[in-house]
């Protein structure tokens, strides 16, 4: 199980840190892949994290400005936010699958968080 938290309602040019927790399965063996859909648009992959933390994908449109990181530890993934511009409102969810790779393929994860919300409005 994957329960996203730490969406909310935050101004252009804000900041949010959005937290995925795992469970019932060896979250530390696992890829994980943050993904957002926006009203009426596909889901699109943001960014993943290998296992380990070793390597780190993002979409263009985020690059720069979102960070992934994760804590094995806790069996917990986030997803750092800046500079938050209104085209990134959608939901985000979390993923866990094998592989994390440059091209963010939605269908390569195995396990999905319910999402939360992030809206950037002023």
């Known amino acids: 199980q994957l329960v996203e938290s730490g969406g909310g309602l935050v101004q252009p040019g804000g900041s949010l840190r959005l937290s995925c927790a795992a469970s019932g399965f060896a979250f530390d063996v696992y890829a994980i892949g943050w993904f957002r859909q926006a009203p009426g648009k596909e889901r699109e992959g943001v960014s993943c994290?290998?296992?380990?933390?070793?390597?780190?994908h993002y979409a263009d449109s985020v690059k720069g400005r979102f960070a992934i990181s994760r804590d094995d530890a806790k069996n917990t993934a986030y997803l750092q936010i800046n500079s938050l511009k209104p085209s990134d409102t959608a939901t985000y969810y979390c993923?866990?699958?094998?592989?994390?790779?440059?091209?963010?393929?939605?269908?390569?994860?195995?396990?999905w968080g319910q999402g939360t919300q992030v809206t950037v409005s002023s």
């Open positions: 993923a866990a699958g094998t592989f994390c790779r440059s091209s963010l393929d939605s269908y390569e994860y195995d396990y």
């Open positions: 994290i290998r296992m380990t933390g070793s390597s780190t």
